[in-house]
């Protein structure tokens, strides 16, 4: 039978990860598709800034071998991530004699790779070990899913974990992955995002993804290059104030383009806005949800030091104690993932609030002193220059049981996409993540081309 469809005009605004999938998505299934995006710079909340004339990100991302739709992508751009992307085995690893523990998976199929690295954890005691035996036994038993969401503090009360695994296991991978502390985060998303990687049968799926090269250039400039190559457009500076729905069903951007559909790829800020402007109580729900969310911050400080200075590992984990003014969560030497940037380490604070309030010069100042003191290099005390980066409204805090729109806005026609989302299948809601923001794209745009498809059937 002959495909009847019709190319049609689809816009996206923003060109956060979310926007560039669903662009890459309504591109690749051969519709013409316009992206306007406010900034300069491609990327949204995960994107290239220069400073002290070096290329860094607005934060230090990591990426989860379980990002499966984010590597599908970069390979449909065109990207190499073997050549881009740093991928490490599983690992939760503090500097020697710094009060952590030192846990790797080694490279054997899953789940004997944790297995391993749980008997040869250095730092942890057999209490410990036990204790986190049972509750991977006990989530595999319940087919990692909780019925009744509650704070990932009470759950792992309820399953005994140790102070110690709390405190150097749970509550660093917990801000890591949620950016929420474990006392007011989901325990249902934190399962959901432990069941895709150390729950996978696939050992890869656990493996920890630093890119080498900055994260405009990963993916989003990628991304664009694709969209351009299959007659999109891709318009940057170009801030979209207003939805205009034609009595046709189509819809006009403030007074220029109109379109068949528009996927609103903003943060849950900006999306909402831009939906109260629509004035149609249909969209009501989707603005009450968003309205909703509460804003998390996190903190990245860039220190540069003489090229010489290297650490042991790429990356490792820091005893967070904020009462000795400890902050730093995660140090990462940049300079093993990219030779030009020799010297240049970035420490991460997730739910950075308190932090943040030190104020930049003395939170700086605090996290020199602490990776001096803590892998015992007086001379990292005294870096050339350091740069604090706050994004202030990085993710929502994901809290247990938060309403979520959907993709669908309630108006046919007009779509959202980012990683605040709701999927339809609640145990594969993710956090505010890269991975979320993809797969709520790609998704989208799916809905959009699906029901236009069966308009015309
Ligand atoms: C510091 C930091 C560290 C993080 N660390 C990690 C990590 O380690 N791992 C991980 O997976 N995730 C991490 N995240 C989260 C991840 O970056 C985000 O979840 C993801 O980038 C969100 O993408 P998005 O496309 O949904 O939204 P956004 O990135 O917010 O994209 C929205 C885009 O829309 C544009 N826009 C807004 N309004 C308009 C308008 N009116 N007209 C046109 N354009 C508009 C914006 O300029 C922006 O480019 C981190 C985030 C931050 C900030």
Redesign the pocket.
């Known amino acids: 039978m002959a495909d009847l469809r019709v190319k049609q005009r689809y816009a996206v605004?923003?060109?956060?990860?979310?926007?560039?999938a669903a662009a890459m998505e309504l591109a690749r299934a051969g519709h013409a598709v316009t992206v306007?995006?406010?900034?300069r710079t491609?990327?949204?909340?995960?994107?290239r800034v220069e400073r002290e004339k070096t290329v860094l990100d607005?934060?230090?991302?990591?990426?989860?071998g379980a990002?499966t739709e984010t590597l599908r992508l970069i390979k449909l751009a065109g990207q190499d991530p073997a050549e881009l992307i740093l991928s490490l085995p599983l690992q939760m690893r503090y500097p020697v004699d710094s009060g952590g523990m030192d846990f790797l998976a080694p490279r054997l199929p899953a789940p004997l790779h944790l297995a391993w690295a749980l008997l040869r954890a250095k730092g942890l005691q057999r209490a410990d070990k036990l204790s986190l035996m049972r509750f991977s036994t006990a989530m595999r038993w319940m087919g990692w899913q909780l019925y009744n969401d509650c704070t990932v503090s009470e759950l792992l009360q309820r399953f005994d974990q140790t102070d110690r695994l709390n405190r150097l296991m749970w509550h660093p991978l917990c801000l890591?992955a949620l950016?929420t502390p474990p006392e007011r985060a989901s325990a249902r998303v934190f399962i959901n995002v432990l069941r895709d990687s150390l729950g996978a049968s696939r050992r890869r799926a656990s493996d920890m993804l630093i890119p080498k090269t900055d994260l405009s250039a990963l993916l989003p400039e990628a991304a664009a290059r694709y969209v351009e190559q299959h007659g999109g457009a891709v318009r940057t500076g170009?801030?979209?104030?207003a939805l205009h729905a034609l009595p046709d069903g189509r819809w006009r951007l403030d007074d220029a383009d109109s379109f068949d559909a528009v996927i609103v790829?903003?943060?849950s800020v900006?999306a909402a806005?831009?939906l109260q402007g629509v004035r149609d109580p249909r969209l009501d729900d989707a603005i009450t949800r968003m309205q909703a969310f509460t804003p998390e911050a996190?903190?990245?400080c860039y220190l540069q030091y003489d090229a010489a200075v290297r650490l042991d590992l790429p990356f490792c984990a820091l005893v967070d104690a904020p009462e000795q003014q400890h902050w730093g969560q995660f140090v990462f030497d940049r300079g093993q993932l990219d030779g030009k940037q020799a010297g240049l380490l970035a420490v991460?604070i997730?739910a950075s609030g308190s932090a943040a309030e030190q104020g930049h010069g003395p939170l700086a100042q605090a996290i020199a002193a602490q990776l001096a003191q803590v892998l015992r290099r007086p001379e990292l005390a005294r870096p050339a220059w350091t740069q604090l980066?706050t994004?202030k409204?990085?993710?929502f805090a994901c809290a247990p049981d938060l309403l979520r729109p959907g993709n669908a806005s309630g108006v046919p026609g007009l779509l959202l996409?980012?990683?605040?989302t709701a999927n339809e299948d609640r145990t594969q809601d993710y956090p505010?993540?890269?991975?979320?923001?993809v797969r709520?794209?790609v998704a989208a745009a799916r809905v959009v081309t699906t029901a236009k498809a069966a308009k015309q059937t």
């Open positions: 605004i923003g060109a956060g990860w979310a926007g560039c306007y995006e406010a900034a491609l990327g949204g909340r995960a994107r607005n934060g230090q991302h990591i990426l989860l990002y890591a950016n170009a801030k979209i104030t790829a903003t943060s900006q806005t831009l996190i903190s990245t991460v997730s980066i994004e409204r990085a993710t996409a980012g990683d605040y505010a993540t890269i991975e979320a923001a709520s794209g």
